[in-house]
């Protein structure tokens, strides 16, 4: 079995999977004070706070959030009454209240408004005007009740008539709609301002993310052709634990109780798999095998990670600005990582010529680091860091650059989503060191699919 096989059945290493963190924050709001300009909040705010782990159930008789009220009231109207709001009310006063103060005194003065210009509106009908001038004013306008909706996963908007959710694995289409292609433009220059950044012609595709960690990616014109497309991987509220994996059946307990004390003993895990399958919940969930005496060094892309640990440095890169400067790319963070005394480095996603430094990182003293890539199989993951390593055009032959990673990688767990929409680990497989020119891998676990279920999943 290699190195580690006495991990597995003998009961050496094994500990027990409930973690206990010590309480931390309460997460930062998604809400983002906006007065309905194209220009968001000063840039450059902090990434969110770590919040503590909390395995509760989420509510699943709450309303569905993907119908919004249709209110029979002309655009220009809502504006209109929109517009009276803001001259009337100081906003100051209104960003030091909590939610339901500043919603029970923009409904007050919604219905004032509605009597003194005699429109014939019931109170059900106030109220859902009222929310929805909150929305706008302070939040997200119409992408709020999804936001606030636990059981959906990803927010996917084609145009601004055409907004789908993930909800357990499946996309659904929704009511939601935006007025128009300005509307939507407003939001999403609200969210990518809100993080320091632009989007714009010259600068058409642009990570970011909400207050509270969810994932934004957005295109616009030109290379959205049909108008801006933006999708939110919503940041959970209550981060998974190997234990909910395990008893969400994405993880069987033995491989649980594998992966957990591999990282416990510092082994280098890669975590490969596609889009949407899992990878960075399996980090956050593996992550909090780490002692919390370790200081712990995080670089991504855009800050989504919800370590747990207390001594957490976090970095993430940044684009360049209107003139073509200032860009700041992982490899140079993976550099400077390595001169702020890390017990392990762990990239949220290796994507380019990153992967040498991270792999001099793994090897120089800093085991038990955590990476996820996106490949389909344990071997595609191998060859993807080889190819990520000749971007950088290093002087070094591709028999060193895989000596490099046989010496570094421990152990790569294959993420997978499958037809149904379940996530799964599909394999573990150890890097038992080279044959020849080869990487030589030896696979530890394996999900073989057996048949489909009375409702069509997948079973395994």
């Known amino acids: 079995m290699g190195r580690f096989s006495d991990i597995l059945g003998t009961g050496r290493g094994r500990v027990p999977l409930q973690v206990k963190s010590p309480a931390e924050p309460a997460p930062v709001s998604a809400h983002i004070l906006d007065t309905g300009s194209q220009n968001g909040p000063e840039a450059g705010k902090p990434a969110p706070n770590r919040p503590s782990p909390d395995t509760s159930k989420p509510d699943t008789h709450r309303p569905d959030s993907s119908k919004q009220n249709k209110l029979k009231i002309a655009p220009?109207?809502?504006?209109r009454i929109h517009n009276m709001l803001i001259d009337d009310l100081d906003l100051s006063i209104l960003d030091s209240m909590d939610d339901q103060d500043m919603r029970a005194q923009i409904e007050t003065r919604v219905g004032e408004i509605v009597k003194d210009e005699r429109m014939k509106l019931n109170r059900s009908e106030v109220q859902a005007l009222s929310g929805s001038i909150v929305n706008e004013m302070v939040g997200l306008g119409p992408l709020e009740p999804?936001?606030?909706?636990?059981?959906?996963?990803?927010?996917?908007?084609?145009?601004?008539?055409?907004?789908?959710?993930?909800?357990?694995?499946?996309?659904?289409p929704t009511d939601v709609r935006f007025a128009d292609e300005a509307h939507l433009l407003r939001i999403i220059n609200k969210i990518?301002?809100?993080?320091?950044?632009?989007v714009d012609e010259s600068q058409p595709l642009v990570d970011a993310r909400l207050l509270d960690g969810s994932r934004v990616n957005v295109a616009v014109a030109p290379i959205a052709v049909d108008g801006p497309l933006m999708s939110i991987r919503k940041?959970?509220?209550?981060?998974?634990?190997?234990?909910?994996?395990?008893?969400?059946?994405?993880?069987?307990?033995?491989?649980?109780?594998?992966?957990?004390a591999a990282c416990k003993a510092r082994v280098t895990i890669l975590i490969s798999g596609g889009t949407g399958s899992g990878k960075t919940t399996l980090l956050n969930a593996l992550s909090q095998a780490i002692s919390h005496k370790e200081r712990l060094i995080t670089i991504e892309d855009a800050a989504e990670l919800q370590l747990q640990q207390p001594h957490v440095a976090r970095m993430e890169t940044r684009p360049p600005n209107l003139e073509g400067k200032g860009e700041i790319r992982q490899r140079e963070l993976v550099k400077n990582a390595l001169r702020m005394r890390p017990d392990r480095v762990i990239l949220g996603e290796v994507r380019g010529e990153e992967a040498f430094d991270m792999l001099q990182a793994m090897n120089t003293g800093h085991e038990g680091s955590l990476a996820t890539l996106h490949a389909n199989t344990?071997?595609?993951?191998?060859?993807?860091?080889?190819?990520?390593?000749?971007?950088?055009?290093?002087?070094?032959?591709?028999?060193?650059?895989?000596?490099?990673?046989?010496?570094?990688?421990?152990?790569i767990v294959q993420a997978t989503r499958l037809s149904d929409g379940q996530r799964k680990i599909i394999s573990v497989s150890e890097v038992t060191g080279m044959e020849g020119k080869i990487i030589q891998m030896q696979e530890i676990f394996n999900y073989t699919r057996t048949g489909t279920g009375p409702?069509?999943?997948v079973i395994g």
């Open 455 to 457: 409702k069509h999943e």
């Open 378 to 411: 344990p071997r595609d993951a191998i060859t993807r860091l080889e190819q990520m390593v000749a971007m950088g055009d290093m002087k070094i032959s591709p028999e060193g650059v895989a000596g490099q990673i046989a010496s570094a990688i421990g152990l």
């Open 146 to 172: 999804l936001l606030a909706d636990d059981s959906i996963s990803d927010i996917l908007i084609n145009t601004h008539e055409q907004v789908y959710i993930e909800r357990g694995g499946e996309l659904e």
């Open 192 to 198: 990518v301002a809100a993080v320091g950044r632009r």
């Open 76 to 79: 220009e109207t809502r504006r």
């Open 235 to 260: 940041f959970s509220k209550n981060p998974f634990t190997l234990d909910k994996l395990v008893e969400f059946g994405a993880v069987p307990e033995k491989v649980a109780e594998f992966l957990w």
